[in-house]
């Protein structure tokens, strides 16, 4: 493109984001709940969850389905959902392994286990969200992903053969049928995940959960920092700022937040995916687009985009940048980026020329718990008195439930159907220390957007790292 039409592009993507809000559309909601009083003084539990995004949530809420007399209590830093939580896309998918090429790629031979698994828990997902009368706009309308380069085209076609022989609902479709369901002149040909993948309204679904465990009879505390947490007797002891809890039994939802498990840090790197939300549309913006079935979208570069459809007609368009920032440290300075802002706001008019003039209403970003294998994993500490579950890389609002039966399953010290895979039993390879991680995230980053340029071929970085397990993407 020419150094002007450039400009004028840039300069058009500018003023669709002048009058945004910088803060997530999602928390920027007057039916938001108020926090809960924050802890003082010494308590005693059962079970103590930290953590009150999504994980923690669960598993407070399970561990009181599994046993109405167990004394369950929850401590969160800020507020309920604030974090990835309330800030995701709102995809809630069934995979556990972070889409089928990756379980392929890592357990072949339990892979049908783990879909099955997956299946089962965005089943139970739903039905919660029925049980519970949890208002989070849950439409179970698919993900279709997307070839917007030729050499995409045969990938998406085995996957959906692939998705197939496992027993999921995966349709190819070609240019034509692709853009029968979304028109984009950039759309080549599609997978339709048909029923694998739900949208909702991510902060809802974490306010929903959160009355659930309140009505359960979960303590909840919010604005109460755990800050240390330390064996006591036959227990665990936590601190917090203005008092300690006691408990049987800790299960930490911690996300891409330092571990009170030291040794599980260095599995961990905090990357950071920025959002977009637009005005709603008109009823001739949304007949220019199509998109009458709702799915979720994502195209299939390394450097990727995913948008979807919200309740009030809205487009939330993310992803493309995965940003690192040296030495690992989660900050809120970290969650506004206008470049990123601004580089996404000129692909969406690329995408979606028909709908030129349309501006952006909230622009917000936020860290992602992403590990090597881009799966959760799990584990305990403390002669298994305390559980984690952690490394969701992007994907942990379906799979964190899942996590949260496998800590409780951990805690209970049985062998479960869910504990015997070797995706549960083992972990990914941990990060290097600075500076090599550094180093590694950034060339790691410039290999697949050369990757994205040059039909999808890999540099001999990323094939080593294909190798020996420890990959990277965004």
């Not at 995940?193 to 909840?220: E, F």
């Not at 899942?402 to 039993?425: H, I, K, N, S, W």
Request: aromatic share 10%; hydrophobic share 40%.
């Amino acid at each position: 493109m020419a150094g002007s039409a450039m400009n004028a592009t840039t300069h058009r993507a500018g003023r669709a984001l002048a009058d945004a809000n910088p803060a997530p559309y999602w928390l920027d909601d007057p039916d938001k709940p108020a926090p809960r009083p924050a802890l003082v003084g010494d308590e005693h539990c059962d079970l103590l969850v930290v953590g009150g995004g999504y994980t923690g949530l669960w598993t407070a809420l399970l561990a009181k389905e599994r046993d109405p007399g167990r004394d369950v209590v929850l401590v969160e830093a800020r507020e309920t959902g604030w974090a990835a939580s309330g800030r995701n896309g709102g995809f809630c998918a069934a995979s556990l392994t972070h889409g089928l090429a990756n379980g392929l790629a890592r357990w072949p031979g339990e892979l049908p286990t783990l879909e099955r698994l997956g299946r089962a828990n965005l089943d139970a997902i739903e039905t919660a969200v029925d049980r519970y009368a949890i208002d989070c706009a849950f439409e179970r309308t698919g993900e279709i992903d997307l070839a917007t380069a030729p050499h995409q085209i045969p990938e998406l076609r085995e996957a959906a053969d692939q998705s197939a022989e496992l027993g999921g609902d995966t349709v190819f479709l070609d240019r034509d049928q692709v853009r029968a369901e979304i028109d984009s002149p950039t759309f080549l040909a599609g997978a339709w995940d048909r029923t694998g993948v739900a949208m909702l309204n991510p902060a809802r679904l974490a306010w929903g959960l959160k009355h659930a465990c309140l009505d359960l009879g979960v303590r909840i505390h919010e604005h109460t920092r755990a800050e240390r947490l330390a064996p006591h007797g036959a227990g665990t002891e936590v601190r917090t700022p203005y008092g300690r809890v006691r408990a049987r039994q800790v299960a930490l939802g911690t996300n891409a937040f330092p571990s009170l498990v030291r040794r599980v840090r260095p599995y961990i790197v905090p990357v950071y995916d920025y959002v977009l939300m637009t005005e709603p549309l008109s009823a001739r913006q949304l007949a220019a687009v199509g998109w009458r079935n709702r799915q979720g979208l994502s195209d299939s570069a390394n450097h990727f985009h995913y948008f979807r459809l919200t309740a009030d007609h809205r487009i939330l368009w993310g992803g493309y940048d995965a940003v690192y920032h040296y030495g690992g440290r989660v900050a809120e300075d970290h969650n506004q980026r206008p470049e990123t802002y601004l580089k996404l706001a000129t692909h969406f008019f690329h995408c979606f020329p028909q709908l030129e003039g349309v501006r952006f209403t909230h622009t917000w970003g936020g860290a992602i718990d992403t590990c090597a294998r881009f799966s959760p994993f799990f584990g305990t500490a403390h002669r298994g008195r305390t559980a984690y579950a952690v490394g969701y890389t992007g994907l942990g609002v379906g799979a964190s439930r899942f996590g949260a039966d496998v800590m409780l399953d951990l805690l209970d010290g049985e062998p479960t159907e869910r504990t015997a895979p070797e995706m549960v039993r083992t972990k990914p390879l941990p990060f290097p220390p600075e500076p090599v991680r550094w180093a590694g995230i950034g060339l790691t980053q410039w290999s697949l957007t050369r990757a994205d340029a040059t039909d999808g071929r890999r540099n001999l970085w990323l094939r080593t790292l294909d190798r020996i397990g420890l990959g990277f993407d965004s």
